[in-house]
């Protein structure tokens, strides 16, 4: 697993301080990861509410 961080609200994966996607905190403790191409066609994604592609962790503590 990456170090990488993950938004607490949206579960967006970033290296930043903070979500650039909805501005919300990040954390390092997050698990599993999960690529989004097309969220339209995913069933993950839409289970998850994820509705713009990218980069999401599965689990954020
Ligand atoms: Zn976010």
Do not use: W
């Not at 990488?4 to 954390?27: H, M, W, Y």
């Not at 069933?43 to 990218?54: F, L, P, T, V």
Request: with cysteine; hydrophobic share 35%.
């Amino acid at each position: 697993m990456i170090s990488l961080k993950a938004c607490r609200n949206c579960r967006f994966i970033t290296d930043q301080a903070k979500c650039p996607r909805c501005g919300g905190e990040v954390s390092r403790e997050c698990q599993g990861y999960l690529v989004v191409i097309d969220p339209d066609k995913s069933e993950i994604a839409r289970k998850m509410g994820i509705h713009a592609s990218g980069r999401y962790a599965l689990r954020v503590k």
